[in-house]
Structures are given as structure tokens and as C-alpha cells.
């Protein structure tokens, strides 16, 4: 017991939960996947601050953020710059992959347990 609130539901874990049932809301709501998809990424990258979620580059970045499920204004930055350190090339190929929904744009990759590889 916690005479500050649940030890289980943290303030980190609410976002999720808040983020899972407006996205089931949404889809209540007649809205298609792809939108609920978009919704999820910017609201994500509104968390952090930095991001233009009109760019593939900034919505690579902003589902590299949904994986690690950082929230750092600096930790986003630091995945910017990694990005951007790749090479040309690699580093389109990771865009196309990153912001491929695998609704209307295919291939997509499911990133099971990636935060755990990509915080390691």
C-alpha cells in the first residue's frame, strides 16, 4: 500500500492505458486504422516536443519512440541524431520501414518486444 496512490498504475503507465482507450474510442467512432495509427504517432511526438509528424523522418522517429516508449525531450533528440547519423541511404530505408502502417503500405515489420532490444 501507498499513501501516495496505486503502486502498479503510475503516471507512465496511465498515458498508456489513456492512449489504448481513446484509440478504441476512436475506432468506436468509425475512424479507420490508418487514422488511429497517425493520432497514436502524434501524440507521441507532441509528448516530447520536438517533431514535425508531417515529415517520414520525424514519424520514423516518432515510432522509434513509441518502441523505446521514452518521454525525454533529450531522449527523443538523441534518437533524431542517431537517425540522422546514418547514411543516406540506410537511413531512407529506415524511414520507409519505420512509417510503413502495414494497413495501405506494405511491407511492415510487427517490432515484437523491440523496447527491450532497442533499450539494451
Not at 6 to 25: C, D, G, H, P
Not at 37 to 43: A, G, M, S, V
Not at 92 to 110: C, E, S, V, Y
Amino acid at each position: 500500500q501507498s499513501q501516495e496512490g496505486s503502486l502498479y498504475v503510475t503516471e507512465a503507465r496511465f498515458a498508456k492505458i489513456r492512449m489504448a482507450t481513446e484509440s478504441i474510442r476512436l475506432l468506436e467512432e468509425d475512424a479507420s486504422e490508418t487514422e488511429v495509427y497517425n493520432k497514436l504517432l502524434e501524440r507521441r511526438v507532441k509528448a516530447c516536443e520536438t517533431l514535425e509528424p508531417e515529415k517520414p523522418e520525424s514519424r520514423a522517429v516518432a515510432r522509434l519512440i513509441c518502441l523505446t516508449e521514452i518521454t525525454h525531450v533529450l531522449d527523443a533528440a538523441n534518437i533524431s541524431n542517431a537517425l540522422t547519423a546514418l547514411g543516406k541511404e540506410d537511413r531512407l530505408k529506415m524511414i520507409r520501414h519505420l512509417t510503413a502502417d502495414g494497413i495501405t503500405q506494405r511491407p511492415a515489420f510487427a517490432a515484437i518486444q523491440a523496447t527491450e532490444f532497442l533499450l539494451a
